[in-house]
C-alpha cells in the first residue's frame, strides 16, 4: 500500500499502514491465500486501489465488513486499530486471562491469544497429540514478507529467469513437527530419501539417477504465527518434467491432508465478491 501512495504522490501515514497491512495477514490468516494476486504489477495496484478482492464463502458478516473497512484503500476511511478492537468479533476471541496474566508475569505471549481470532474452522487440539519434535528455527514472515509472496510483487523476473514450474507454496494451520512428518511419510512413499533436515528445510532426493542427474526437492517451512506456516517446495537439481510428474502425480496429492491453500489457485468455487449488499 504505501508503494501505491508513494507512487501515485500521496504520501501515507505510517500507523495506517501498518493497519492495511494487518489486514493483509488477517486475510491470509483465515482464507489461506492473499487478498490481491495478479501477476501483472500494474493489475495488482489497481485492483488495491480499488480494493477488487474475493472473501471465502465461509466469512461471516461481520467478518467480511472489518476486512473490507481495514483494507479500504482511502487511508481516511479505513478503519483504526482502536476501532477495531473495539468491534465484537475482535473482542469475542479475546482470550482475556492470557493477557491479564502476561501483564502479571511480563512475560511475553508467545502464541495467539485465541485460535478464534484466526479461524473457527481450525482446531487447535489436534497439534497437541503430535509429539514435539525439534526443527530448528524457523525463519518468520512479517506484514511485507507475506504481501512481497504475490507474483505481482515478485521481481525476480527482472534479474534472472525463473521457472514456476520448478516451485510450488501453501499454506498450513498443521504445527511444524506435523508438516515434516508429512513431507517425511510424502518422501518415502514417492521413493525419495531425506538427506538434510535444519531450520525447517527438508531436502529429498532420488536413489538413482535421472536424465538430469539426481532429482532433489527442497521444502521449506516459513511461520507467519506458530499455528499458521506456509510451505515452499522447489526442484534443487534434476530433470523439471521428471520433477513435474512426480509432483502432481503423487506428492501434492498426499499433501491434502495439512493444507489450507494452494497459493496462487484461485478458489472460485468457494469464494465470492467482498462488495457487501
Partial sequence: MWRLRVISRKGYDGVKVDTWSCGVILFVLMAGYLPFQDSNLM???RKIGKAEFKCPAWFQSDVRKLVSRILDPNPRNRMPITKIMETYWFKKGLDS?????NVETKEPVTALADVNVVSSSIDSSSSKNIEKEDVGKLTNLNA???ISL???FDLTN???KTDKRKEARFTSSQSASAIISKLEDVATCSKLTVKKKEGGVLRM????EGRKGVLSIDAEIFEVTPSFHLVEIKKNNGDT????????????????DIVW???GEHQHQQTEDHVLP
Avoid: R, T
Avoid at 486471562?97 to 496474566?101: A, E, R, S, T, V
Avoid at 532426493?205 to 538413482?208: G, V, Y
Avoid at 512426480?246 to 491434502?256: F, G, N, R, Y
Fill in 43 to 45: 493489475e495488482m495496484y
Fill in 97 to 101: 486471562k492470557l493477557i491479564h496474566k
Fill in 144 to 146: 511485507f514478507d507475506i
Fill in 150 to 152: 504475490s507474483e505481482g
Fill in 158 to 160: 527482472l534479474f534472472e
Fill in 205 to 208: 532426493e532420488s536413489a538413482s
Fill in 241 to 256: 518434467l521428471e520433477y513435474q510428474n512426480l509432483w502432481k502425480q503423487d506428492m501434492k496429492p498426499a499433501l491434502k
Fill in 261 to 263: 491453500a494452494w497459493q
